[in-house]
Nanobody, 118 residues
Framework: VQLQAFGGGLVQAGGSLRLSCAAS????????MGWYRQYPGKQRELVAD???????NYADSVKGRFTISRDNAKNTVYLQMNSLKPEDTAVYYC?????????????WGQGTQVTVSS
């Protein structure tokens, strides 16, 4: 299974970015999908996740500003980030949990840098 993430970049505070992450490969179905972020020298932290049924969960720091969604037909998860703040600057990683020939497996994307200037 491969994950390809797009959409990171440099934006001014108050601006918006949309991240996307598409999954491809050999699997039967995708269950959970989501995004983590990682600050330098820190562990990854959950930003948002979304179940196969569409239930979303957000970190308190992004509630009301970020929206996670998924397109099951395209095996893609999105993260719409609005009202960005400098503290949102981090590397963002998508993940999926798929059901495949080996059962349920968690995969990570390659990470995309988001930089918010003040």
């Amino acid at each position: 299974v491969q994950l390809q993430a797009f959409g990171g970049g440099l934006v001014q505070a108050g601006g918006s970015l949309r991240l996307s992450c598409a999954a491809s490969g050999n699997f039967f179905s995708i269950h959970g999908m989501g995004w983590y972020r990682q600050y330098p020298g820190k562990q990854r932290e959950l930003v948002a996740d979304i179940s196969s049924g569409g239930s979303a969960n957000y970190a308190d720091s992004v509630k009301g500003r970020f929206t996670i969604s998924r397109d099951n037909a395209k095996n893609t998860v999105y993260l719409q980030m609005n009202s960005l703040k400098p503290e949102d600057t981090a590397v963002y990683y998508c993940y999926v949990v798929v059901r495949g020939p080996r059962g349920y497996v968690h995969y990570w994307g390659q990470g995309t840098q988001v930089t918010v200037s003040s």
